[in-house]
């Protein structure tokens, strides 16, 4: 199963006690908050730093503890609201609610580990029914918004169904491989990402257990600092992502993550 870590689970029932707020925060009845404060508690309690200074003028206004509490539960619920991933919604799978195109700088829906050798098998099991062009989602090789092969299931307007085609980005040029386009089911379907030391490809599934091919071979060696022209320096990653470049509401489901890697053998 996919381990993913979503913040304030404890300190969300941490903030609606009384007691421990107050205590958390220092605070006396008349007491004003002030930005230090609010800094402090807010990362103790795991908000994201972009929360707690988007919500710092607020929250230096506020006097006592009632008036602290209900700004700090807001920029909780306002942060919830604004996140792509949840293994709530449905039990034993993660899903990824779809936001802007892959290359965007912005709001992006990507789950993603660390590549840790050129020699990995990584699988995934995925339930997404696109509805319009703009939908996809699937499993990705990424280095920066730039440089990624993305293997996805969309919906393919040419041929009014859904579909599993491949994008590949390098270095900001675009390529669709429409050639190796294939129409699929609106069912359960397998993902796979094979890595072994230069050559990289894809393969898919409906069981399981036959796989087929999908588009060529890829360099592996241009997901590299030395190859890439941005510069970013992220590292090579691997993982799941969904975008809805409509209204941002649109989701994937997946079921698991496979990562399975050779860390001992040599680059050959």
């Known amino acids: 199963m996919i381990n993913i870590s979503l913040h304030l689970v404890e300190p969300r029932i941490f903030a609606l006690d009384k007691d421990s707020f107050r205590k958390g925060m220092k605070l006396l009845d008349k007491y004003q908050v002030s930005r230090t404060d609010f800094e402090e508690f807010g990362c103790r309690i795991g908000l994201p730093e972009r929360v707690v200074k988007r919500e710092l003028d607020a929250f230096a206004k506020v006097r006592g503890w009632k008036a602290a509490k209900k700004t700090m539960l807001n920029a909780i619920e306002k942060d919830l609201n604004e996140r792509f991933a949840d293994v709530k919604a449905r039990k034993g799978y993660v899903r990824l609610r779809g936001q802007e195109s892959r290359t965007s700088l912005n ?5 993603a580990r660390k590549l840790t050798s050129v020699y990995a098998r990584i699988t995934t099991k995925m339930e997404f029914t696109p509805e319009v062009h703009q939908h996809s989602a699937g499993l990705i090789l990424y280095y ?13 307007e040419t041929l009014g169904q859904s579909a599993l085609s491949i994008i590949h980005l390098e270095n900001g040029v675009k390529t669709e491989f429409l050639n190796t386009r294939i129409p699929v089911e609106d069912k359960p379907i397998y993902l796979r990402l094979y890595i072994e030391g230069r050559k990289s490809w894809f393969e898919w599934s409906y069981d399981g257990e036959n796989y087929e091919k999908i588009g060529r071979i890829f360099d592996t060696t241009r997901f590299s600092d030395e190859y890439c022209k941005y510069g970013e320096f992220t590292g090579t990653m691997v993982g799941i992502t969904c975008a809805d470049r409509v209204l941002h509401k649109k989701c994937a489901d997946f079921d698991f993550f496979e990562y399975k890697a050779d860390e001992s053998r040599q680059v050959e």
């Open 144 to 156: 920066d918004n730039m440089n990624y092969i993305n293997l996805r299931k969309y919906y393919s």
């Open 107 to 111: 709001k992006v829906s990507i789950l």
